[in-house]
């Protein structure tokens, strides 16, 4: 059974540096083709996709926030870590992390964490 | 990077109606690469339909899936009330930078 679980703080301040775990059980990221992505979405806004680090520790990141972002992997743990830097209040948003098998589902997310809403605010 | 846009925004229907749900590409997706979910408020996205057409592990076949190039369509052949929901359209582009999403399409009880 796959299970993905993001954890992080709910609340940051302005210009601070988010850091959210994706933890996950019932596949590994060791697995040839495997991924796992960071998804955001604003409250009633549509999802925007923000990382994603694959089994061979490639990463690759969303042109507009590229600068801002670091995605890593701890094999061993089964997590995922997102860091962002430079918060705004325009970050808040429920933050996914969610599963890419390419050999099952293509490019597409099939499994995702239910979500950790974080609230940039002062 | 690839735009999506869904259309309608809004779609009113009654259970036991058909659902037809638009998303357009400003250049063309291979079929391999466009995905459809479900979205319910305070729940995480469910995957429905990838490759353009396939079904994921446990979708009703009242779900399916069309399109090739830049226009593809989500039919919904009878809906149930539990179908009532968002439903968003995404994409894979070649360049492993370029997963992007469409706004959704809210289909609600008229």
């Known amino acids: 059974q796959v299970t993905l679980r993001e954890s992080g703080p709910a609340l940051v301040k302005p210009t601070q540096t988010l850091t959210l775990t994706c933890t996950f059980s019932?596949?590994?990221?060791?697995?040839?083709?495997?991924?796992v992505s960071w998804i955001r979405q604003p409250p009633g806004k549509a999802l925007e996709w923000l990382a994603l680090?694959?089994?061979?520790?490639?990463?690759y990141y969303s042109t507009s926030l590229k600068t801002r972002l670091t995605i890593s992997k701890d094999t061993s743990k089964n997590q995922v870590v997102l860091t962002m830097t430079n918060m705004d209040p325009v970050d808040t948003a429920t933050y996914y992390c969610?599963?890419?098998?390419?050999?099952?589902?293509?490019?597409?997310?099939?499994?995702w964490g239910q979500g950790t809403l974080v609230t940039v605010s002062s | 990077e690839i735009v999506l846009t869904q259309s309608p925004g809004t779609l009113s229907l009654s259970p036991g109606e058909r659902a037809t749900l638009s998303c357009r590409a400003s250049q063309s997706v291979s079929s391999s690469y466009l995905a459809w979910y479900q979205q319910k408020p305070g729940q995480a996205p469910r995957l429905l339909i990838y490759g353009a057409s396939s079904r994921a592990t446990g979708i009703p076949d009242r779900f399916s899936g069309s399109g090739s190039g830049t226009d593809f369509t989500l039919t919904i052949s009878r809906l149930e009330p539990e179908d009532f929901a968002v439903y968003y359209c995404?994409?894979?582009?070649?360049?492993?930078?370029?997963?992007?999403f469409g706004q959704g399409t809210k289909v609600e009880i008229k």
């Open positions: 019932g596949f590994s990221l060791i697995t040839s083709g495997m991924c």
């Open positions: 680090i694959d089994w061979d520790d490639d990463k």
């Open positions: 969610a599963r890419t098998d390419p050999y099952s589902s293509s490019w597409s997310f099939d499994y």
């Open positions: 995404q994409q894979y582009g070649s360049s492993r930078s370029a997963w992007t």
